[in-house]
């Protein structure tokens, strides 16, 4: 019998006034698998990840995490799936008030209750080591690099042990190491605690490091789907002019 996926979308709208975003999107992602979703600016890869944890409202269409109808769901029951789903924002997101550790605990004791500070700091400990900053837990965000926060936006995200992350463009504006470093991460993590995760991302090295399947939206709707290989061995110009 084969698995359900851990993440399906099926004709999912989405429209702002007379802008008609999501046309009839739909996709699967499977227990253990970082799907890459590409395409033009505007075209509403992140508008589809928003609408899939509850951040908008979708105009039409079905959504299901872990099998779970997210439309279906009261504000308590998408608080509690949430808690199962870590989102790496574009910015790294950190409080600029907070030191990393403060910014770390922050988020577990808000995701899990009744630590102690010892079990906090141990798992904060753990999530910057998974990132290679443990040196960094005292620092101000101001006194981090652009990859440096990227990175610790990623421990933030990994510290509550989410079965799905979504990564929405988690190498933009970086330069060519440091994006291949997060892109390596994004591996590492996949392997080591199999998570399932779609990256949103402009990046065609990441997607090709990443991505174990990638599709492409235009117009609204997924337009092509495969492998790397695959779309970039393709016959249709547009698809192949993003790996030119």
């Given amino acids: 019998m084969k698995e359900e996926p851990i993440i399906s979308v099926r004709d999912l709208h989405k429209a702002f006034g007379d802008n008609q975003v999501l046309k009839g999107i739909s996709l699967t992602v499977s227990k253990g698998e970082d799907l890459v979703l590409l395409g033009r600016s505007g075209s509403g890869k992140s508008i589809t990840i928003k609408c899939l944890v509850g951040l908008l409202q ?27 789903i870590g989102f790496m924002f574009q910015s790294g ?7 990393v550790r403060q910014n770390l605990a922050f988020t577990l004791k808000h995701h899990t209750q009744h630590l102690t500070e010892e079990e906090v700091t141990a798992q904060i400990i753990e999530a910057l080591d998974n990132v290679g900053l443990e040196e960094a837990i005292d620092k101000m965000p101001s006194e981090l690099s652009g990859g440096m926060i990227k990175r610790i936006g990623l421990a933030r995200t ?32 996949q392997k080591k605690y199999k998570t399932s995760s779609i990256i949103i991302t402009h990046d065609i090295a990441c997607a090709k490091m990443t991505g174990n399947r990638i599709m492409i939206i235009k117009d609204g709707v997924i337009n092509a789907e ?16 993003f790996f030119t």
Wanted: a negative charge; proline letters at 4%; glycine letters at 8%.
């Fill in 58 to 84: 979708a105009d039409k269409g079905e959504m299901k995490l872990f099998g779970t109808d997210v439309a279906g769901l009261d504000y308590k029951g998408l608080n509690k799936l949430r808690l199962r």
């Fill in 93 to 99: 997101a950190l409080y600029d008030s907070m030191s």
């Fill in 158 to 189: 990994l510290i509550i042990k989410p079965e799905i992350i979504l990564y929405d463009e988690p190498t933009a504006g970086l330069d060519t190491i440091t994006s291949r470093e997060i892109s390596e991460l994004i591996l590492s993590v």
């Fill in 226 to 241: 495969g492998t790397y290989a695959e779309l970039e061995a393709s016959e249709d110009p547009w698809v192949r002019s």
